[in-house]
Structures are given as structure tokens and as C-alpha cells.
């Protein structure tokens, strides 16, 4: 499948950019697997909980708050 | 066509991490093809230097934009103003597109090169780019069956194999195919096996580029919009 092939590329992308690969997935399921879906979301988002904030966010804050103590 | 390959995203990230202004300048022609330097690529390179400038609290600006060919001016004409914004073009042309554009900009803002121009190929399946010419200016392919022994064998021996070969496969590389016994399979089907028997005079390289940079004038195209300019200054519609 070729939007997975891409995805596996995007990680690698990700990757040289310092982000961690496993921030992004790719899942296959059908519009009737409500439940699958639920189990899903529950699964990335203990990831990227366990993960912690992104590396670009992190970023982000120091910037704004060297900002604000800069004001 | 051109095949390129994008630099590693460290060395480019070194060119650009300088400047303010940064503009990621694809070519949708060649290098869109080989999935190097496009609208597509630029966009996404452009990204990628942000997520990096991020990260290291570098306020740098990237843009990307994208135009059909760099190696004709007339293609370059409606971004002309917009690139004169920034303070660094980072061109995902081949060679000739940064060369080109960097003559036109003329000093005043530098054109980095953001792929490596690798070779003139072919795509025998998506995905997949091998050299088969290498532009040495004075073809001979109709002497060696369509088969380029210029950059179709590892050494560019032009009078048949070296002791190396192996049952058709080149000794630098088992996964290379050997030119010269491709060249004699292919020339015994045409039934021209004999063409290879004719001594050839030595080479002259000088149409390669051992002669300095080569120049191609077409003089009746040349004197047409010479002509055509004139008239037009004449009635005053010059450009
Ligand atoms: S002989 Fe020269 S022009 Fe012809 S294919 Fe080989 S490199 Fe290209
Ligand atoms: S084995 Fe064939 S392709 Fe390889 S260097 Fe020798 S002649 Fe050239």
C-alpha cells in the first residue's frame, strides 16, 4: 500500500529533524470497527503521553517564555 | 533526463542555518521526476529546516515556492520579485538550474544547492533512476548496439571487456551488468557483431569535458529573434 510506504518515509524524515518516528502511525481499519477505533485512540494516546511533550513544543514554550522575560 | 539526489538534511541544514530569509526554490521538471527537488520536495524540505529552526530557537524564516524548469528564463519571470526578498535561495534544481539562477541573481543573493546532481538516467520502474549517458558530446552508440560503454562500464572502456567480466556481470559490481557482453549479446541479435571488428581512431574527448564548458549555438534561431527584437524596438514595442 502505497500511503503506508509514504508514512514509513515520513518517519524517517521525522527522524533526521530530531522528532521521534513513533509519533506518527499509520492505522488500517473500516468504518464499521467503532470499537477497534476507540482501542486505537486509547493506544496512540498513551504513546504520545509517554512520549511527553514534542522536542518542537518544548521549543515553542522556551521561546515564548524567554519572551516574556525579555517583556 | 537530470537525477538528483537531496543533499543529507545536515549538510543543507549547515548551508542555510545563517541566514533570515531562506526561500526552498524547486524545479518541476527532472528532479520533480525523481522525487528530489520539486514543488512537492521543496515544500516538504522547507518544513523540515522549520521543525529544525525550532528546535534551535533560530528565528529563521523558509519559504518554498516552485516554478516548471530552472534552465529557461522565461520560467523564472513571475517569481523574480518575490525571490529578490530573500537572503538565501535554496535551489532543489539540478546543477544547471543553480548555475542558471545564480547568473541571473548575479551576486546579490547566493543560490545554495540543496540536491546533488548525480547523472543523465533513465526510470525503468518508478521509483528507480540508471545512468545511461554521460553527455560526452560525440555518441557512438550506433557502433556498440545502443549500449553506452561511457557509463554503462565501470571502467568506460571503449574496445570491448575487461578480463573481469563474469558470465555477464561486471567485476566491480556483481549487481552491475557487464556493458561489453550486453553490448555483444545485443549486437549478435542486430546482426552487426562484425561493426566491432573496424579499428576505431582514439577518442576525441575534447566534446567532453576535457575541451572546457561546451556551448551548442543554433544561429538560425539566434538571427530569427535577433531580427524579430529589432523590429519590435523599430515600432517601438520593444520589450
Ligand atoms: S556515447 Fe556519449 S553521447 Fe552517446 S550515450 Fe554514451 S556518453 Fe552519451
Ligand atoms: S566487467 Fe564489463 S562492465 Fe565491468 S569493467 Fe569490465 S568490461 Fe566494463
Not at chain 1, 522528532?19 to 464499521?32: G, H, K, T, V
Not at chain 2, 525571490?83 to 535561495?89: G, P, R
Not at chain 2, 546543477?95 to 543523465?120: E, H, K, W
Request: hydrophobic content about 35%; overall charge neutral; glycine content about 10%.
Amino acid at each position: 500500500m502505497f500511503a503506508a510506504r509514504r508514512i514509513e518515509y515520513v518517519k524517517t524524515l521525522l527522524k533526521k529533524v530530531g522528532i521521534d518516528p513513533a509519533r506518527l502511525e499509520m492505522y488500517n481499519l473500516s468504518a464499521a470497527m467503532g470499537p477497534r477505533w476507540a482501542e486505537m485512540c486509547d493506544e496512540f494516546v498513551d504513546r504520545i503521553r509517554n512520549l511527553g511533550p514534542s522536542p518542537i513544543w518544548l521549543a515553542s514554550r522556551k521561546q515564548s517564555e524567554k519572551g516574556v522575560t525579555e517583556q | 533526463m537530470i537525477v538528483g539526489k537531496q543533499k543529507p538534511f545536515d549538510e543543507i541544514w549547515d548551508m542555510v542555518k545563517g541566514f533570515k530569509k531562506v526561500l526552498v526554490y524547486g524545479c518541476n521538471t527532472c528532479v520533480a521526476i525523481c522525487h528530489a527537488g520539486g514543488s512537492k520536495e521543496a515544500e516538504l524540505l522547507a518544513s523540515m529546516l522549520r521543525m529544525r529552526a525550532k528546535q534551535e530557537g533560530l528565528d529563521l524564516l523558509i519559504d518554498s515556492a516552485g516554478i516548471e524548469r530552472h534552465c529557461e528564463p522565461e520560467f523564472f519571470e513571475p517569481l523574480d520579485e518575490k525571490v529578490k526578498t530573500y537572503d538565501l535561495i535554496l535551489s532543489t534544481a539540478c546543477g544547471v538550474g543553480v548555475n542558471f539562477l545564480a547568473d541571473r541573481l548575479a551576486g546579490a543573493i547566493p543560490v545554495y544547492p540543496g540536491i546533488n546532481t548525480s547523472f543523465y538516467g533513465a526510470v525503468p520502474e518508478a521509483g528507480f533512476f540508471v545512468e545511461l549517458c554521460g553527455g560526452c558530446g560525440n555518441c557512438i552508440l550506433h557502433l556498440t548496439g545502443g549500449i553506452c560503454p561511457i557509463v554503462r562500464c565501470s571502467k568506460s572502456l571503449m574496445n570491448g571487456p575487461c578480463g573481469g567480466t563474469d558470465k555477464g556481470k561486471c567485476e566491480v559490481s556483481s549487481e552491475t551488468d557487464c556493458a561489453w557482453f550486453l553490448i555483444v549479446e545485443r549486437m549478435k541479435k542486430l546482426g552487426t557483431l562484425e561493426k566491432l571488428f573496424e579499428v576505431q581512431p582514439p577518442r576525441d574527448w575534447s566534446t567532453a569535458t576535457h575541451g572546457g564548458p561546451r556551448r551548442i549555438s543554433l544561429e538560425h534561431i539566434r538571427a530569427y529573434e535577433a531580427e524579430e527584437e529589432k523590429k519590435a524596438t523599430l515600432t517601438g514595442e520593444g520589450k
